[in-house]
């Protein structure tokens, strides 16, 4: 609880990866990669209850094995591959009431800490927002990107941009970066969406983000944490 505020958060997975089969409960790190985003919620200090909305049995028995609530089982009509993240949202709102806010953590963010969790929620809040994602600072600026127009001439991607200007000059872009979802219960229940008019930012450091896809983003979380036990010895 925050300021009187009540908050579910939710951790949605779903059976059936395929870019890497069996990505949620692959050990990395010696842990399920669920385990990580698990660890993370439980060590919140804001949330007041987290539960998982799934529909693979051996995803929940892992997530149990962990201690997460699991109080349904997701129907299948809400987890296929074209399913929209909303429709698990909406199906464990209409399950469990009563709270004020909804957190959405997946699974694929394993870096993001309780810290950040508890940091965004508090922006949504004190900001009187409908809802915060997390955002980071890209890569590369799109400012300088181009696309290609209908004869193949390469023309800037933005109408306007600075495609020849310093990058201290170009506007600040950020990113979102899929580890934080924060809205008001009411908020989300009516647009299914956590981004609108009053959406703010929770900006994490880049080297702090990764989203899980491949078999190179494993690979990465693995060297990120062999390197973090090397800065602790």
């Known amino acids: 609880m925050y300021k009187n505020k009540s908050i579910l958060a939710i951790v949605v997975a779903r059976g059936g990866s395929k870019g890497v089969p069996g990505k949620n409960i692959r050990l990395v790190g010696g842990k399920p990669l669920l385990a990580w985003t698990i660890e993370g919620?439980?060590?919140?200090?804001?949330l007041d209850?987290?539960?998982l909305s799934c529909d693979d049995d051996g995803i929940i028995e892992?997530?149990?094995?962990?201690?997460?609530?699991?109080?349904?089982?997701?129907?299948?009509e809400f987890a296929k591959d074209e399913s929209p993240v909303s429709e698990a949202i909406i199906h464990a709102l209409d399950n469990i009431s009563g709270y004020d806010y909804v957190v959405l953590l997946q699974p694929t963010s394993p870096l993001r800490t309780a810290e950040?969790?508890?940091?965004?929620?508090?922006?949504?809040?004190?900001?009187?927002?409908?809802?915060?994602?997390?955002v980071s600072q890209p890569e590369e600026s799109p400012?300088?990107?181009?696309?290609?127009?209908?004869?193949?001439?390469?023309?800037?991607?933005?109408?306007?941009?600075?495609?020849?200007?310093?990058?201290?000059?170009?506007?600040?872009v950020l990113l979102p970066n899929g580890a934080i979802y924060v809205a008001e219960v009411d908020y989300?229940?009516?647009?299914?969406?956590?981004?609108?008019?009053k959406t703010?930012?929770?900006?994490?450091?880049?080297?702090?983000?990764?989203?899980?896809?491949?078999?190179?983003?494993?690979?990465?979380?693995?060297?990120?944490?062999?390197?973090?036990?090397?800065?602790?010895?």
């Open 188 to 197: 989300y229940r009516e647009h299914k969406t956590f981004v609108g008019d």
């Open 62 to 76: 892992v997530a149990r094995q962990y201690g997460l609530e699991v109080p349904f089982v997701r129907p299948k």
């Open 143 to 172: 400012y300088w990107m181009l696309t290609k127009d209908a004869e193949g001439w390469l023309r800037p991607l933005l109408s306007g941009t600075h495609t020849t200007a310093r990058r201290q000059d170009v506007p600040e």
């Open 200 to 233: 703010v930012g929770y900006e994490m450091q880049r080297e702090t983000v990764l989203d899980i896809d491949t078999e190179k983003d494993f690979l990465l979380f693995e060297t990120i944490l062999m390197n973090r036990e090397g800065d602790d010895s």
């Open 116 to 134: 950040d969790i508890d940091e965004c929620l508090k922006v949504c809040v004190d900001s009187l927002a409908t809802s915060a994602i997390s």
């Open 49 to 51: 209850r987290v539960i």
């Open 41 to 46: 919620a439980q060590q919140s200090k804001v």
